[in-house]
């Protein structure tokens, strides 16, 4: 590949006619102490600077992750003790309401059968007062009438020429009223 | 459905249309050569190394272009790893998050591979991820200079890794190092033969992993530099080679990151072995 390869290559001398600068030893020594120079800095801005800074920033979020769960751990058993707390606290409500209810309908019972025993009462009386009321004033048109028909029967009497005397008008009446 | 079968059919059309070009490409390559004589592929100039001040000769710490990458590679791991990460925000930008995704890659690769005992070596395994990444990345800009591509650079870079985990293992497990070669679970005769192999195998490792970085980032560089300099000759059909540049960059993306990936990941098995030797 190389057949006329003249003049620059013959300026580089010998070993590199052959063609491979990489065999050319004569500039071993030099690369070899770049390298080395190269090496030692790299390895210094690794450990001095780059590594120690990544590591923390790697193990700093490692340890914000950590938190950061813990915490979400720590605010999800809250959540589910708020709602532990919140469905005690509407159960209580619920219990309290239903007792509220109860005792109030339980007045109410008490209140009503209160005043139904009271107006019982005095629907009864009334009526008693009412059947006293009657009782009087049919004794009173029984007499009256007794009266009425006495006289009558002593003007019939009368009129037809008869004298009656009371007595046997009144018995007669009383009888007849019986009948 | 009939979209499918269509896109079914594509495949091996573009796979026929593919070598179609390649023959063409080489074809032409042949036929135009002698017709042009200004031809003159170099795909390796690009791995020369210059001073990069004047053109004096090169000595130990001159400044060379292969150094300026280098420092831009500096450059690009500050700003990824560095200035991304200057927020330290909790809910991460954009910038910062690439650089957490970058240590959290290379720390679980760490964690995963070579085990949790492995992860105090993490920054050293990191410092070669990030530099064989952006070597390789930087590379891929044209004119560039690729610094991973030079054998000198990776076969220092497996040979740190070499001596460390060869070190390790003796100090971690003293004599009990040596059991890594000693396969307890294979039948008595057979262990000492198993053991040569397996020293054998233990030596050639920092060869084959420098020489695999090397070899994968130099070849995709010199196959771009081939195909360009059949562009420059074929005259109307030089769209050809350029589509085919376009897919060997496409694959030298993907090369870039898988091959700072599977040095690192083997730098992790061999640190494994270091610290639990048994088979």
Known sequence: MAS??????????????????????????NQIFWLVVTLVVIYFVLTKIALPRIEAVLSERQGTITNDLAAAEELKQKAVEAEEAYNKALADARAEANKIVAEARAEIQADLDAAAAKADAEISAKAAE????????????????????KDAVKEILGSMGYKADAKSVTAAVTARMKG | MAEQGAKQGAGPIIKIAFFAVLAVVLLSGVLFSPAHPGLAIHPMDQFEIKPLFGDGKLGMFTVTNQTLWMVLAIVGIVLMLVVGSRGRAIVPTRGQSVAEMAYGFVYKMVEDVAGKDAVKYFPGIMTLFMFILFAN?????????????????????????????????????????????????????????????????????PVSHSIRLAGNVMAGHAVIKVFAGFAAALGMFSFLPILAISAVYALEVLVAFIQAYVFTILTCVYLKDALHPSH
């Open chain 2, 137 to 205: 990345f930087l590379g891929l800009i044209p004119t560039s200079f690729t610094a991973t591509s030079h054998i000198a650079v990776t076969a220092v870079l497996a040979m740190i890794v070499f001596v460390f985990v060869t070190v390790l293992g003796f100090v971690k497990n003293g004599a009990g190092f040596l059991g890594l070669f000693w396969v307890s679970a294979a039948p008595l005769p057979l262990r000492p033969i198993l053991a040569i192999i397996e020293l054998i195998s233990y030596f050639v490792r």
């Open chain 1, 4 to 29: 006329n390869t003249h003049s620059t290559e013959a300026a580089h001398g010998g070993a590199e006619a052959a063609g491979m600068p990489q065999l050319d030893f004569s500039t071993f020594g």
């Open chain 1, 130 to 149: 009412s059947e006293a009321a009657i009782a009087e004033i049919r004794a009173g048109a029984v007499d009256s009438v007794k009266a009425v028909s």
